[in-house]
């Protein structure tokens, strides 16, 4: 699909949220030189099979976009190297991106749908409860702007995860020629705003932010509670 876009200087707080109990410290936020990290990798993939198909997507990542000696370096770098099943909208299956919201509750309003698809497609179902970390991040980034055409480009904001190779194949046109990212409208929550970020290093430094408990009652209805006070 052809959409021309015009660029946006985006230099805000965000929000991420992932499924994650405790806070990690991981291998790319010591060190300095990207050389280190993907022996650090390597090492470790002796022993653990996840890291196999990652140190091949690591490789796909320019060494100059990585992120590094940096808090929140692994967080950043495991977006892109573990992606989920399936992609993101504006990312394929075989490297992931980073995926961020302008506020909180768009933010909140996003997993919530995916983690409750997910839930009314497994075997154990309702109810269920899922920890939630939310992470922030300052991003500075000249992104692609989609804010305000969903009308013009509605293939780019199908709400249908199956529909999602006219966005994908947008995305991955845009990473290939060396984008920063792109900014657009959440399609899960009205007036909110989201971006992905092509590059790990643009995500960093990520801090930590609060928990969340997603619960969901055994008729599938959801509630979110904060379970911590982050200033």
Not at 50 to 69: E, H, K, M, S, Y
């Amino acid at each position: 699909m052809a959409v021309t876009t015009g660029t946006a200087a985006i230099h805000a707080r965000t929000h991420r949220l992932i499924a994650s109990r405790y806070p990690t410290v991981g291998v790319f936020d010591d060190l300095v030189a990207p050389e280190d990290a993907r022996a650090a990798m390597e090492l470790e993939s002796l022993t653990n099979d996840r890291l196999t198909g990652a140190l091949g997507r690591l490789d796909a990542i320019p060494r100059a976009d990585w992120a590094v000696d940096a808090p929140g370096a692994s967080l950043a770098m495991a977006a892109f190297l573990h992606p989920a099943p399936g992609g993101g909208r504006f990312n394929a299956a075989e490297l992931g991106a980073w995926y961020a919201a302008c506020e909180l509750e768009t933010a909140i309003g996003e997993t919530l749908y995916h983690h409750t698809r997910r839930l009314k497609a497994s075997a154990a179902g309702f109810p269920a409860t899922i920890q939630m970390r939310e992470l922030l991040s300052t991003p500075k980034a000249d992104l692609h702007d989609l804010r305000g055409r969903q009308a013009e480009a509605a293939e780019l904001f199908e709400p249908d995860l199956a529909s999602y190779a006219a966005s994908q194949s947008f995305g991955e046109t845009l990473r290939r020629a060396g984008a920063d990212g792109i900014v657009f409208d959440s399609v899960r929550r009205a007036g909110g705003c989201n971006i992905v970020l092509y590059k790990p290093r643009l995500a960093v430094p990520v801090t930590q932010g609060d928990h969340y408990r997603y619960a969901w009652d055994a008729a599938g209805r959801a509630q979110v509670d904060r379970l911590t006070n982050v200033a």
